[in-house]
């Protein structure tokens, strides 16, 4: 661990991608891509007393955890690739250290769910999408005739929202597709100046969508489909590789291949916080209950906490 100016490292590997983040409270859930049997892989930081639980360490050369969230502060909901070309979704349990399988799919299985199995970005850490991970089959996402199915799927990321009912996707040139997921029915379209969006993901008030040429972020009102100020980038001629909305959703983190990362706010793009973090690509962002911190996972196995209240 280091600290600089309003920014704390913790390395948590010796190497390693951190491939996502999520917080609650002063514990952060980190996902990190492994190539050294017995590494961690998923772990909980608490950076109050700056200690580690480990949920799950590399098992092959190759362990992937695909998803990972908490669904309330005491629990975590997983899931990561198994032996038979599927999935497998866990539940784990912060206070007793308890791990419990609550689902499993094959690779026969994984044709009939596409919406979920492999091609789904779970952003939502609600309870509903805890239950989705044990019932898939009851949220069946219906296309309604003009959304090609197979584009819908493969060409970008689905996310649900909503408590799942409704599903997103940015897989066409500017346009933006709004589902509601049992009916088919198309509930809006947004529009903006991409080639396509890829992830595309919800807030309570916003939708999000990264460019698939990584040379921008389009925000975009849950409410009225309207287009919020931007495209937000961070810094010209870069390749956004990451973002993430506040909690109180005033403002937008967006960290690029480059190692620079910006916090700007959504009304008027104005920025509220920005700092490079030299040799390090940005993989994941999050923000701290408070939005005081914001957490940065990089390419380097490192966990960056900054305050919001310095830059550098």
Same mark, same amino acid.
């Given at each position: 661990?280091?600290?600089?100016?309003?920014?704390?490292?913790?390395?948590?590997?010796?190497?390693?991608?951190?491939?996502?983040?999520?917080? %609650?409270?002063?514990?952060?859930?980190?996902?990190?891509?492994?190539?050294?049997?017995?590494?961690?892989?998923?772990?909980?930081?608490?950076?109050?007393?700056?200690?580690?639980?480990?949920?799950?360490?590399?098992?092959?050369?190759?362990?992937?955890?695909?998803?990972?969230?908490?669904?309330?502060?005491?629990? !975590? @909901?997983?899931?990561?690739?198994?032996?038979?070309?599927?999935?497998?979704?866990?539940?784990?349990?912060?206070?007793?250290?308890?791990?419990?399988?609550?689902?499993?799919?094959?690779?026969?299985?994984?044709?009939?769910?596409?919406?979920?199995?492999?091609?789904?970005?779970?952003?939502?850490?609600?309870?509903?999408?805890?239950?989705?991970?044990?019932?898939?089959?009851?949220?069946?996402?219906?296309?309604?005739?003009?959304?090609?199915?197979?584009?819908?799927?493969?060409?970008?990321?689905?996310?649900?929202?909503?408590?799942?009912?409704?599903?997103?996707?940015?897989?066409?040139?500017?346009? !933006?597709?709004? %589902?509601? @997921?049992?009916?088919?029915?198309?509930?809006?379209?947004?529009?903006?100046?991409?080639?396509?969006?890829?992830?595309?993901?919800?807030?309570?008030?916003?939708? !999000?969508?990264?460019?698939?040429?990584?040379?921008?972020? *389009? %925000?975009?009102?849950?409410?009225?489909?309207?287009?919020?100020?931007?495209? *937000?980038?961070?810094?010209?001629?870069?390749?956004?590789?990451?973002?993430?909305?506040?909690?109180?959703?005033?403002?937008?983190?967006?960290?690029?291949?480059?190692?620079?990362?910006?916090?700007?706010?959504?009304?008027?793009?104005?920025? %509220?916080?920005?700092?490079?973090?030299?040799?390090?690509?940005?993989?994941?962002?999050?923000?701290?209950?408070?939005?005081?911190?914001?957490?940065?996972?990089?390419?380097?196995?490192?966990?960056?906490?900054?305050?919001?209240?310095?830059?550098?």
């Amino acid at each position: 661990m280091s600290r600089n100016q309003g920014i704390t490292r913790y390395k948590l590997a010796r190497r390693g991608d951190v491939r996502s983040l999520d917080s %609650v409270q002063d514990n952060v859930l980190i996902a990190v891509s492994h190539w050294f049997v017995g590494a961690p892989i998923l772990l909980v930081k608490n950076l109050t007393n700056e200690s580690d639980q480990i949920i799950e360490r590399a098992e092959s050369s190759n362990n992937l955890i695909l998803t990972a969230f908490f669904i309330s502060p005491e629990e !975590v @909901c997983y899931k990561k690739p198994n032996a038979n070309s599927g999935f497998d979704y866990f539940r784990f349990d912060v206070r007793t250290a308890n791990k419990v399988l609550i689902r499993s799919t094959n690779n026969a299985r994984k044709g009939q769910l596409p919406h979920y199995d492999g091609k789904i970005l779970i952003t939502d850490p609600s309870p509903a999408l805890f239950d989705l991970a044990r019932n898939t089959e009851d949220y069946p996402v219906v296309l309604p005739p003009e959304i090609p199915h197979d584009d819908f799927y493969s060409r970008g990321s689905v996310t649900l929202f909503d408590e799942a009912h409704y599903a997103v996707s940015g897989i066409k040139p500017g346009i !933006v597709y709004v %589902v509601e @997921c049992r009916s088919g029915n198309l509930v809006r379209s947004l529009e903006g100046e991409f080639d396509s969006l890829n992830p595309v993901f919800a807030s309570r008030r916003y939708f !999000v969508g990264v460019e698939s040429d990584r040379k921008a972020v *389009f %925000v975009w009102s849950k409410d009225d489909g309207r287009r919020i100020e931007g495209p *937000f980038s961070p810094g010209p001629n870069v390749d956004v590789s990451s973002a993430a909305i506040s909690r109180n959703e005033q403002m937008i983190a967006i960290g690029d291949y480059s190692g620079h990362v910006r916090v700007l706010k959504i009304d008027d793009g104005s920025v %509220v916080y920005k700092t490079t973090l030299a040799r390090n690509r940005i993989e994941a962002l999050n923000f701290s209950d408070d939005d005081g911190r914001l957490y940065i996972g990089t390419d380097t196995a490192n966990l960056v906490v900054a305050s919001l209240g310095s830059s550098s």
